[in-house]
C-alpha cells in the first residue's frame, strides 16, 4: 500500500541549488529536471561529464541511462568522467547525492558506495512497477521515508545487487540498506525480488548516510497521471530535506 | 617490438553468470550433456608502444583499475608477444 502523502511536510521552495550530472546516453535527466521544476520549483544545474568542477550546490542528481553505452561494464566508463573526482570530493564534503539506476551503477563503480550491479538473473531488461520496503536506519534519508512503502517503476537489465558478504553483513548492520523489493504489503519476499538482488536490496546509502543510490526510477512516478503513483515526490522531499 | 598483452575478465567462482548459465542449459538441450559449466570472460587485447617503461606494471594497473571490478569480477593477464 501506498504511503506517500502521509506525512506532511514542507515542500522545499526554489531556493536549493541542484546540479545534474549528464553523460553521452543519460536519458533520464529530462525527467528529474522537470520533476524539481515542476513539483519543488527548483531550476537544476545540467552538468556536462567533462567538468572539472560542480557550481556551489546543495546536492548532486545523478540520473539514469545508459552511460556510454554501458560499454566495459554499466557505469564504468561514467566512473571515470573528468566531473567525477568533482563529485568525489563533493561527497567527501558531506553533499547529498542521489543516483538512479545508471547513477546507481556509477556510484559503485566509483566506489562512493559498495557492491556491484550484475546482470538479471532472468537474463531480462526488466520494465515494472515494484513495491519498495523503507528499512531501518539513521541517515536522513531514513528518517524521511520511514515506516513508507513505495511503488516505483524500475527499468534496467543490470540491477541484480552483489557485495561480499561482510559488506552485506555492515549494510546490514550499520542500517544502510534503505529500499527493499517488497510485496504490496512491505514484506521482503523472494517473489518481490525481480533480479535476484542479494537480500532484496533496491538502494543502499553511504558510510555517511548522505550519498543515495537506488535503482527504482522516482522521477517517474511524481504525477497519479503517469501510471498510478506519485510515490518517486517522496525520494525527491527526503532528498531536499537533506539539504537543511 | 610491440608489446602485446591480453587481459581476461570473468566473474569470480561465486557469483552467479546469467549469460553462461543460459549456454549451458542450450547446450544440455543440444544434446552436450557433459558439460557441467560455462564461464564467459571478456578478452582485452592490448598494444602498447615498444619501449614503453615496465609494461607488466602498466598493465596490471589498467586491468585492476579499470578493466575489472574487484568486487564481482577475476581476472587473468598474459603477455603474447614474448
Redesign the interface.
Known amino acids: 500500500m501506498s504511503t506517500a502523502g502521509s506525512n506532511v511536510r514542507t515542500t522545499p521552495t526554489g531556493r536549493a541549488r541542484i546540479a545534474l550530472l549528464q553523460f553521452p546516453g543519460s536519458n533520464c535527466d529530462v525527467d528529474c529536471m522537470d520533476t524539481m521544476a515542476r513539483h519543488f520549483g527548483i531550476a537544476v544545474t545540467p552538468v556536462w561529464h567533462s567538468a572539472t568542477s560542480l557550481p556551489p550546490v546543495d546536492g548532486v542528481i545523478i540520473p539514469g541511462g545508459f552511460s556510454f553505452g554501458d560499454y566495459?561494464?554499466s557505469g564504468?566508463l561514467a566512473s571515470?568522467s573528468p566531473v567525477m573526482q568533482a563529485v568525489r570530493e563533493f561527497a567527501k564534503m558531506g553533499g547529498a547525492i542521489i543516483g538512479i539506476c545508471n547513477g546507481f551503477q556509477i556510484l559503485?563503480?566509483t566506489q562512493l558506495l559498495?557492491?556491484?550491479l550484475?546482470?538479471?538473473?532472468?537474463?531480462k531488461f526488466i520494465c515494472q512497477y515494484s513495491s519498495l520496503a523503507v528499512e531501518r536506519g539513521d541517515s536522513v534519508y531514513h528518517r524521511a521515508l520511514d515506516g513508507m512503502t513505495l511503488r516505483m517503476p524500475i527499468a534496467h537489465g543490470e540491477g541484480r545487487y552483489?557485495?561480499?558478504n561482510s559488506d552485506l553483513e555492515r549494510l546490514t548492520k550499520d542500517g544502510r540498506i534503505l529500499f527493499s523489493y517488497a510485496d504490496a504489503t512491505g514484506l521482503r519476499t523472494i517473489a518481490a525480488n525481480p533480479n535476484?538482488s542479494a537480500r532484496n536490496i533496491a538502494g543502499i546509502v553511504s558510510e555517511n548516510g548522505r550519498v543515495m543510490g537506488l535503482m527504482p526510477h522516482p522521477e517517474r512516478a511524481t504525477d497519479l497521471l503517469m501510471g498510478g503513483s506519485a510515490d518517486g515526490l517522496e525520494v525527491w522531499r527526503a532528498f531536499l530535506a537533506s539539504f537543511t | 617490438m610491440i608489446v602485446e598483452y591480453e587481459v581476461l575478465v570473468q566473474l569470480k567462482k561465486e557469483v552467479l553468470d546469467p549469460e553462461g548459465r543460459a549456454i549451458r542449459e542450450t547446450l544440455t538441450r543440444l544434446g552436450f550433456s557433459g558439460v557441467r559449466d560455462v564461464v564467459v570472460s571478456k578478452r582485452f587485447h592490448l598494444v602498447l608502444d615498444p619501449g614503453t617503461p615496465s609494461p607488466e606494471k602498466v598493465v596490471q594497473e589498467i586491468a585492476k583499475e579499470f578493466l575489472a571490478n574487484p568486487v564481482s569480477q577475476t581476472l587473468q593477464i598474459r603477455r603474447l608477444d614474448a
Not at chain 1, 550484475?118 to 537474463?123: A, D, E, P
Open positions: 566495459l561494464r564504468a571515470h559503485v563503480e559498495p557492491g556491484a550484475l546482470q538479471n538473473v532472468s537474463r552483489f557485495a561480499s535476484g
